[in-house]
């Protein structure tokens, strides 16, 4: 098994499941593919999804007998697609942009073997943050440090992130950016685990 991912949250996970995998990144140019399906008016679910199966493709090509898992996640608020933060500024921008507000997470996963995808799903969550002053943000970031620049929504749920919300309606997992027990169902239906 592959995951074909960078994502330490990714990671961790499989390994919090007791799952054997290497970690093999797809090197997708995430940007311009994302452009393109911006182009075509993908949804942002569609966006994650299409990364996922592309970064599986891209790993299974060099690895045809392994299960090769992908996995992307996108965010959306009031119409809005977002990135990572390209930086501590565009962070705070991000929080402003959130405060007081419900976002919604996608979560994407596929499975590919030999060249083709053999298994994939969607989950979503949706997030509500609570009503920040900027003094809260600012609180926030200096407790959180850079790691804030790795995740799309500027926050870590398993860390000091929770403190920002109100409430979730949506699995843990799909929040940390793969729907595992999804993945651990299909898994187990393909013999691939106990």
């Not at 799952?19 to 997708?28: A, G, N, R």
């Not at 995430?30 to 949804?43: I, N, Q, V």
Request: glycine share 6%; aromatic share 6%.
């Amino acid at each position: 098994m592959i995951l074909a991912s960078q994502s330490s949250a990714r990671q961790s996970l499989l390994h919090g499941a007791h799952l054997q995998f290497d970690v093999h990144v797809s090197h997708l140019d995430e940007g311009a593919t994302k452009a393109t399906l911006l182009d075509r008016d993908a949804s942002p679910a569609e966006i994650a999804m299409e990364l996922a199966r592309l970064k599986a493709l891209r790993v299974s090509s060099d690895y045809p007998d392994a299960l090769v898992i992908g996995a992307d996640q996108t965010m959306e608020c009031d119409g809005h697609l977002y990135d990572k933060p390209a930086d501590i500024a565009a962070a705070r921008r991000h929080l402003m942009a959130l405060s007081g507000k419900t976002h919604t997470l996608h979560s994407a996963v596929a499975i590919a073997q030999r060249n083709k995808v053999i298994w994939h799903h969607t989950a979503a969550a949706h997030l509500c943050m609570r009503a920040l002053s900027d003094d809260q943000i600012g609180a926030y970031m200096a407790v959180a440090g850079e790691t804030i620049l790795t995740s799309v929504g500027c926050y870590r749920l398993e860390d000091a992130g929770a403190r920002l919300f109100e409430h979730i309606d949506g699995d843990y997992f799909t929040i940390l950016g793969l729907p595992l027990l999804a993945v651990l169902a299909y898994l187990r239906d393909a013999g691939a685990i106990d």
